[in-house]
């Protein structure tokens, strides 16, 4: 399935409404066999459909058919593949998948990243607005400080063992851009995902500060 804004991390969920012909086809089939298909973003400023090389592929967790012929579902990525060759294009697209290799995320330069990045969600979270109150309510859902919550989400955060899915976590609660998702899915490493986590926490917080001044 390609679609203009939508990035499969794994373990994240991700609602979806299916009401094109060619989905219903692929989703009755998905539903017949192994429940999982991809999702992939779409090339930015190609007029073709032509999905970025690398998506998230997901199982269907569950779905609801309704009297339209649509269906709601919910589905849960499992892991990033990198799209191979087309194999056919009706009545939906099937292409050969790979799966991404994430390489050693257990590295001192990783722990540093992982610092840094937690530094820049603490100043997210105290400088406030709708992303940050987003971020709290997903990480401090009960049993926190509720006297201290800012304390309690990078705790939460702090607490997570896999650096891959520390990154991913983040990527997903605290970057709004599509397009930025995108490039941290695709990102061949854990410390590349990281280091480009900072850049867009620091864009994200410097633009927010221009606007605190006036400047935008």
Do not use: W
């Amino acid at each position: 399935m390609i679609l203009n804004n939508a990035v499969l991390f794994p373990q994240a969920l991700l609602p979806l409404r299916i009401f094109e012909p060619r989905y219903r086809t692929m989703l009755a089939e998905a539903l017949d066999t192994h429940r999982m298909f991809c999702v992939a973003m779409q090339k930015p400023g190609d007029p073709r459909e032509t999905p970025l090389p690398v998506a998230g592929i997901g199982i269907v967790r569950a779905a609801v058919k309704n009297a339209d012929g649509t269906s709601n579902l919910i589905l849960q990525g499992v892991a990033r593949v990198r799209l191979g060759k087309v194999v056919r294009y009706k009545p939906y697209r099937f292409q050969k998948i790979h799966m991404v290799d994430i390489g050693d995320s257990d590295t001192v330069a990783v722990d540093a990243l992982k610092v840094r990045v937690l530094e820049l969600v603490e100043e997210q979270l105290q400088a406030g607005g709708e992303v940050a109150n987003d971020l709290l309510r997903q990480l401090v859902k009960s049993g926190g400080d509720s006297e201290n919550p800012i304390r309690s989400a990078i705790q939460a955060l702090r607490m997570i063992p896999n650096p891959s899915q520390f990154a991913d976590l983040i990527a997903l609660l605290s970057i709004q851009t599509a397009f930025a998702r995108q490039v941290i899915l695709q990102s061949a490493t854990v410390a590349e995902r990281l280091r480009h986590l900072i850049q867009f926490l620091q864009q994200d917080l410097a633009a927010e500060a221009g606007e605190d001044n006036g400047l935008f």
